[in-house]
């Protein structure tokens, strides 16, 4: 594990590709990778973190051991809580700390590199246009979308593939459902991409990010997104 010590961005463009990196590696651990995530923290084990790296991959690991160390470190021990919580809420809660890490982590390269009170407020202003984790875990982002859609569109139009010129309601589809984060990576919704939404949760997911192909969305009855299919039932 280097945690991104070999790498050191030195612009806001740089440090915030990092942000974003980081960010996309953490949320596959917390939705589309959960499963693997949850059994990798292990509350018999020692204290863990969840790191994000700017390659868009994660990992569960002891932290580091110099003091202090390169970077700011995670929050410390996740997997003491996880069989103590309810999925969902022990999710939500390493959601937290990780939104809290990402932006310290940015901030130490801002200050490191000598970030003027403009260069703070441009990289602040581009991590802020992102749903943090915890919206995407919860599903909170889209709170306000939802409310604009009625249920029956939803849910009519569920496994639609939204290709470019496929329907003459288009326009109307892509402003009705243009504030919709993906479950998986919280990106926007976007009209030349399909999306399919979870039956038991609600959330809505880009087919690439949940291998889910409109052939294949036609013969699902019932389409339960990662998370929901690898909850548990624990007592």
Wanted: charged letters at 30%.
């Amino acid at each position: 594990m280097d945690g991104g010590a070999q790498y050191n961005p030195r612009t806001v463009e740089e440090v915030f590709r990092d942000f974003k990196g980081r960010r996309a590696g953490m949320i596959k651990a917390l939705t589309t990778e959960v499963e693997e995530f949850y059994q990798q923290c292990d509350p018999e084990k020692d204290n863990l973190c969840l790191y994000g790296f700017p390659n868009e991959q994660w990992e569960v690991n002891l932290p580091a051991e110099e003091v202090p160390p390169e970077l700011p470190e995670p929050a410390l021990g996740i997997n003491f809580a996880r069989d103590g919580m309810q999925d969902k809420d022990w999710l939500s809660l390493v959601a937290v700390h990780s939104d809290a890490w990402l932006l310290a982590v940015a901030f130490y390269f801002g200050a490191r590199f000598g970030f003027d009170k403009a260069d703070r407020k441009r990289l602040f202003t581009m991590i802020n246009d992102l749903p943090t984790i915890f919206e995407v875990v919860t599903g909170s982002a889209k709170k306000h979308a939802k409310e604009k859609s009625s249920v029956s569109n939803h849910t009519d139009n569920k496994s639609k593939a939204s290709s470019k010129g496929e329907d003459e309601g288009l326009d109307e589809d892509e402003e009705e459902h243009g504030e919709t984060l993906c479950g998986a990576c919280g990106e926007n919704y976007a009209s030349d991409e399909f999306w399919i939404c979870c039956d038991i949760c609600e959330k809505w997911f880009h087919g690439k990010c949940v291998k889910i192909t409109p052939a294949r969305a036609e013969h699902i009855k019932q389409y339960k997104c990662p998370s929901c299919s690898n909850k548990r039932a624990r007592p």
